[in-house]
């Protein structure tokens, strides 16, 4: 399980920034093509830390 977390938290590269200058992570099709899976494991402990006070739409880049 140690490995498959380092694994998938270092497999994760960061995309161009938004037009207002935020740092954004390439999308996760993109991860889980290059990792050869889905970055699951890492999700939920990202989740897992994830204020729940902020309103989701300030957390999750809606792209489209």
């Known amino acids: 399980a140690y490995d498959r977390l380092c694994g998938e ?3 994760i590269k960061l995309d161009r920034p938004t037009s207002d200058g935020r ?3 390439e999308p996760k099709e993109a ?3 290059r990792i050869g899976h889905s970055p699951d ?9 994830a ?5 989701a739409e300030l957390w999750v880049d809606k792209v489209g």
Do not use: E, N
Request: aromatic content about 8%; hydrophobic content about 40%; glycine content about 4%.
């Open 31 to 33: 991860t889980s093509k």
């Open 41 to 49: 494991v890492w999700d939920a402990l990202c989740i897992s830390f």
């Open 23 to 25: 740092t954004r992570l």
């Open 9 to 11: 938290a270092t497999g």
């Open 51 to 55: 204020p729940r006070d902020v309103p």
